[in-house]
């Protein structure tokens, strides 16, 4: 059973940053899939960035490219999320998450492992 826990969030003022981090209980992740999601109050939880642990590769939803980015330190079985440039829009509980795939997921349900969450909350 893999065990995550996100850290980094708190409560910043728009054009802020934060970098997340989430570490594993455990790994290799070499044929893993790990993402960042993100639920504000009363919205589903939605995909935020994803990264194949395997070569790196990444993806974004549209609304953070540009703005965030995601990767990964292999020695220490831990992944980042660094947020740029935070808008009010981007409030919200921040998840990662991972599943034993090397196909990159922007389905929640697909994951497997998740963490307890952090919370980001960017004031205007």
């Known amino acids: 059973q893999i065990h995550l826990a996100e850290s980094g969030g708190g409560f910043v003022q728009e054009g802020d940053s934060l970098r997340l981090s989430c570490t594993a209980s455990?790994?290799?992740?070499?044929?893993?899939?790990i993402g960042w999601f993100r639920q504000a109050p009363g919205k589903e939880r939605e995909f935020v960035a994803a990264?194949?642990?395997?070569?790196?590769?990444?993806y974004y939803a549209d609304s953070v490219k540009g703005r965030f980015t995601i990767s990964r330190d292999r020695a220490k079985n831990t992944m980042y999320l660094q947020m740029n440039r935070l808008k009010p829009e981007d409030t919200a509980v921040y998840y990662c998450?991972?599943?034993?795939?090397?196909?990159?997921?922007?389905?929640?349900?697909?994951?497997?492992?998740w963490g307890q969450g952090t919370q980001v909350t960017v004031s205007s």
């Open positions: 990264i194949r642990w395997s070569d790196s590769s990444t």
């Open positions: 998450a991972a599943r034993d795939s090397i196909i990159v997921s922007t389905t929640p349900d697909r994951y497997d492992y």
């Open positions: 455990e790994g290799p992740f070499t044929n893993f899939d």
